[in-house]
């Protein structure tokens, strides 16, 4: 599969499937989003989410394999190889999977990358034991868009999804509010509800397992464990 031409990380943000295909393509954008957890407040993020993830694989039976998608800079690859013996990255960007590769050989893990679109993936029905999927539906706000991804992600695990959530809309007028004082317009509108979400995934044909927070009660991010029906 080819990875298309690119028009940056800002991209991304177009919130639409055609955008998220031309994410972080080049070495400049590549490069600045491999960074981009490491420092500040991104670096709390990331603490959160890596203890999260950890939990949540920690207590996956029969969990032997596992797809990131997109994997981005391998962020979570040394993680995911701590609990299933094979891993795969993939991501729409070949210039970020550069970052992933080095990020799994630095830490002495066996990774396979390779570069594909979260919407149609070059594998096989029921590739792997489950998917990891951080930080990509939140950006889709089309139903059918996010059902897309969905689809594919069920058609590829032979089990389990573990897909973040961003629960905007609880406490949705008290998180625009605060964005409104630091002079930032938040970009909530076409956002899932937790009970909408909840139905795109059970559509799809998963049932939920769990839902495990990434910290306080006023932290929008969430990962929903699935399993298939």
Not at 131 to 157: M, Q
């Amino acid at each position: 599969m080819s990875c298309l031409a690119a028009t940056g990380y800002a991209a991304l943000m177009k919130r639409d499937i055609a955008s998220y295909r031309t994410r972080l393509q080049g070495p400049t954008e590549a490069e600045r989003y491999a960074h981009r957890f490491e420092h500040g407040s991104r670096r709390r993020i990331d603490r959160r989410e890596q203890r999260a993830v950890r939990r949540i694989f920690g207590r996956l039976p029969d969990c032997h394999s596992v797809l990131d998608v997109p994997c981005g800079a391998g962020r979570f690859l040394p993680t995911l190889a701590q609990f299933c013996p094979e891993v795969v990255g993939a991501d729409v960007s070949a210039e970020v999977l550069g970052f992933a590769r080095r990020r799994a050989e630095s830490a002495g893990v066996p990774v396979q990358v390779l570069c594909g679109d979260a919407s149609r993936l070059p594998l096989p029905d029921n590739a792997v034991d489950a998917v990891f999927c951080n930080r990509l539906l939140h950006h889709l706000v089309k139903p059918e868009e996010r059902a897309r991804i969905l689809r594919e992600l069920h058609r590829v695990t032979r089990r389990y999804l573990v897909v973040s959530f961003f629960d905007y809309q609880r406490f949705g007028a008290w998180r625009r509010f605060l964005k409104r004082l630091k002079g930032s317009k938040p970009a909530y509108e076409g956002q899932p509800t937790f009970a909408q979400f909840s139905a795109e995934t059970a559509r799809i044909g998963f049932r939920l397992r769990e839902v495990v927070p990434t910290g306080p009660l006023w932290i929008s991010e969430k990962y929903f464990v699935l399993e298939k029906t």
